[in-house]
């Protein structure tokens, strides 16, 4: 990443908002801290498991990819608006309680192309997933 121009407001906008969705309000997603370059979040692991039991790999995906969506939408704003593209995960560990924190950090912040990788852990810092994300930025209409 050479030259970085995050916009302070766009970050505080779309942080005082604290609106990564309808699906993540549901899954009970809380937005910590937001710019393009990092972000944070957490997730309850209750409400998001799968019939096993443990927190189900779609719920990290989207953990991840509400985070970095939103980060890549502080670098796009106020001229575009970012889409993803695409998300790859690989999980690591599992949990079946307590919460899940996501750190997100950018890996490239482009003129049309954003990558974050988003690295999501438990309650004892212990890495359980790694997710990346693609967002293509483009024009607002």
């Known amino acids: 990443m050479s030259e970085i121009k995050t916009?302070?407001?766009a970050a505080a906008l779309l942080a005082e908002r604290k609106?990564?969705?309808a699906l993540a309000t549901k899954m009970g997603i809380q937005l910590l801290e937001l710019s393009a370059e990092h972000a944070l979040a957490t997730m309850p692991v209750e409400g998001n498991t799968q019939p096993v039991g443990i927190l189900h790999?779609?719920?990290?995906v989207v953990l991840a990819e509400s985070l970095g969506s939103m980060a890549a939408n502080v670098w796009a704003y106020p001229d575009k608006l970012a889409v993803g593209i695409e998300v790859n995960a690989?999980?690591?560990?599992?949990?079946?309680?307590?919460?899940?924190t996501a750190t997100c950090t950018a890996m490239n912040l482009g003129k049309s192309l954003t990558l974050h990788e988003i690295v999501i852990t438990d309650d004892q810092g212990r890495r359980l997933s790694t997710v990346r994300i693609t967002n293509f930025l483009k024009e607002r209409s």
């Open 19 to 21: 609106d990564l969705g």
């Open 7 to 9: 916009s302070p407001a």
């Open 90 to 100: 690989s999980h690591t560990r599992s949990v079946a309680s307590g919460v899940v």
């Open 57 to 60: 790999g779609g719920a990290h």
